[in-house]
């Protein structure tokens, strides 16, 4: 997530294209749905590609933990905790930002 805080929507595309770690598919998805929700969701007409949609906020957060036993020696068991997280992805529009900011008041 740190690779593509804060670059352009088509920039972090290729980032997470060409990484090699297999997160970068899922995040490259995550993406592409963030994308789609401001295209459903914003005010703008026309594509994402018309407007400079750029990463505004990328994190990653804990999230639940699922406890699982595996059988050991001796009648003992270990412990499998299977970790989960929360990633949250906001898109903004960067022209619209600039507009705003150049309205005399």
């Given at each position: 997530v740190d690779l593509i805080r804060g670059k352009k929507v088509e920039e972090a595309?290729?980032?997470?294209k060409f990484h090699k770690k297999e997160s970068a598919l899922k995040l490259s998805k995550l993406l592409l749905s963030a994308v789609?929700?401001?295209?459903?969701?914003?005010?703008?007409?026309?594509a994402a590609d018309d407007y400079?949609?750029?990463?505004?906020?990328?994190?990653?957060d804990p999230g639940s933990?699922?406890?699982?036993f595996l059988p050991a020696p001796q009648?003992?068991?270990y412990?499998?905790?299977?970790?989960?997280?929360h990633?949250?992805?906001?898109?903004?529009?960067?022209v619209a930002l600039e507009e705003e900011a150049a309205k005399p008041e």
């Open positions: 595309l290729v980032i997470l789609n929700n401001w295209e459903q969701k914003s005010d703008q007409v026309g400079e949609l750029y990463i505004k906020t990328a994190f990653v933990i699922i406890y699982r009648g003992r068991a412990r499998v905790r299977k970790r989960r997280n990633v949250t992805i906001v898109v903004a529009n960067r």
